[in-house]
Antibody, heavy 119, light 110 residues
């Protein structure tokens, strides 16, 4: 079945960078956009950006532009967030995009990666 | 501050019917499909309703969605204890060129 498996939890210092991976299986990796969404403790969901695994093209939410880079290789998507701040502490999810261009159809999701920013 | 507005909490007793509202605007819910996600503590969100009122296979028909204008609702009938979770609405926002989410509604089954 379609599955997204993310890398493990990370603890980083303020100002550092973190790179989270999302390995896809059970579907044609290049056939679906991959989105990244984060969730701060006790908070809601926030879109960060997306990558087209076929072309490598990316689009980032304005809030993260200049600090986030999304890449991919054969069957894995990556999200790197730099210049980490305390309020970047969150669970980071990857999610496969379905439906048409202007749809918020995400299925499945990765299990999430907790990134803790602490001094 | 989420683009879509949901009540922070909802509650009901077993067997009851409850609804959760989601309010947006003309650049998001007004012109695009609404989605609902269910999330249990410590787990990833799971697609519950797609394209306003469609259920993925495996989702019980106790769950239903509707949309009218710039608002949407999720209804759960025959409430069960295992329905206790957080529920998020989502849609595409044409002005932001990306998906937007509600702040989530924590459902308690009393």
């Amino acid at each position: 079945q379609v599955q997204l498996v993310q890398s493990g939890a990370e603890v980083k210092r303020p100002g550092a960078s973190v790179k989270v991976s999302c390995e896809a299986s059970g579907h044609t990796f290049t056939g679906y956009y991959m989105y990244w969404v984060r969730q701060a403790p006790g908070q809601g969901l926030e879109w960060m950006g997306r990558i087209n695994p076929n072309s490598g093209g990316t689009d980032y939410a304005q809030k993260f532009q200049g600090r986030v880079i999304m890449t991919r290789d054969i069957n894995t998507a990556y999200m790197e967030l730099s210049r980490l701040r305390f309020d970047d502490t969150a669970v980071y999810f990857c999610a496969r995009k379905g439906g048409g261009n202007r749809e918020a159809w995400f299925d499945p999701w990765g299990q999430g990666t907790l990134v803790t920013v602490s001094s | 501050q989420s683009v879509l507005t949901q009540p922070p909490s909802a509650s009901g007793t077993p067997g009851q019917r409850i609804t959760i509202s989601c309010s947006g605007g003309s650049s998001n819910i007004g012109v695009n499909f609404v989605y609902w996600y269910q999330q249990f503590p410590g787990t990833a969100p799971k697609l519950l309703i797609y394209r306003n009122n469609q259920r993925p296979s495996g989702v019980p028909d106790r769950f239903s969605g509707s949309k009218s204008g710039t608002s949407a609702s999720l209804a759960i009938r025959g409430l069960r204890s295992e329905d206790e979770a957080d529920y998020y609405c989502a849609t595409w926002d044409d002005s932001l060129s990306g998906p937007v989410f509600g702040g989530g509604t924590k459902l308690a089954v009393l």
